[in-house]
């Protein structure tokens, strides 16, 4: 049991630097809030495929990792009572 849980730790660090690195390379969005409320977001080419550029990957993998973060910490929470 207690080699599952250094492994587990150790890919909990490795997803925590991850997240960190991802979350601090992304652009800020720009309209926000007050973009949905006005209503600026525009239907064109660009809006279409938001997802296949490097800023649509690098949300991708921030959502991907924060997903694992949340289901590591569970699971190392699991293990260190047990």
């Not at 992304?26 to 600026?40: L, R």
């Not at 690098?58 to 569970?74: D, P, S």
Request: charged share 15%; hydrophobic share 50%.
């Amino acid at each position: 049991m207690e080699i599952a849980k250094n492994i587990v730790l150790v890919l909990y660090v490795i997803v925590c630097l991850g997240l960190i690195i991802l979350a601090t390379i992304q652009n800020k969005e720009k309209s926000g809030a007050s973009g949905t409320i006005t209503g600026s977001s525009t239907n064109n080419f660009y809006e279409q495929n938001k997802g296949r550029t490097k800023e649509g990957k690098l949300k991708r993998w921030t959502i991907i990792f924060g997903i694992l973060f949340v289901v590591l910490a569970i699971i190392l929470g699991i293990l260190y009572i047990v």
